[in-house]
């Protein structure tokens, strides 16, 4: 026995209802999903090595980077001689080439093991090679000497 209600509300709506209401959670929930996404931005480890250099040159080697396939416009570099930063040295975004005093090789676009830095420098001086993450310019790594 089917009942008819006036007070009721139409089979047809009230699927249309519930389809809403399902399109409205699910949008809800893909974009409270995209935002946290958006702000994890978790910044890499990188591993540097010093190789022997000479009286004026060194060279730096990037032993490790925990996270793979981060270009390079993802970092910046800066060279601090005697703690006061040289601006001409200042790789930013970091690419291949020679900027100053610093000179950057990859075997790609991405910071990977295996890429290097020479520095060209006067000795009598201390150094720092700071490697930096673009978003937010917090420091990653750093390699201090004394020439």
């Known amino acids: 026995m089917i009942r008819h209600d006036p007070k009721a509300v139409s089979p047809v709506v009230a699927i249309m ?3 809403l209401i399902t399109v409205v959670l699910g949008t809800t929930v893909y974009l409270v999903a995209t935002s946290f996404t958006s702000e994890l931005n978790v910044r890499p480890y990188v591993g540097l090595t010093q190789l022997v250099g000479n009286l004026t040159t060194t060279t ?3 032993a490790e980077v925990s996270q793979a396939n981060i270009h ?3 970092f910046r570099t800066l060279l601090l001689v005697d703690d006061t930063s040289d601006p001409v040295s200042e ?3 970091l690419n291949i080439g020679t900027h100053g005093s610093v000179t950057f090789t990859s075997i790609d676009a991405y910071l990977s093991s295996g890429d290097r830095f020479m520095v060209t420098f006067t000795p009598g001086h201390t150094y720092s090679l700071r490697i930096l ?3 937010g310019g917090e420091q990653i790594q750093k390699l201090d000497w004394t020439a």
């Open 72 to 74: 390079l416009s993802n």
């Open 133 to 135: 993450w673009v978003n």
């Open 91 to 93: 790789i930013n975004p």
């Open 60 to 62: 730096i080697l990037v």
């Open 17 to 19: 209802l519930l389809l």
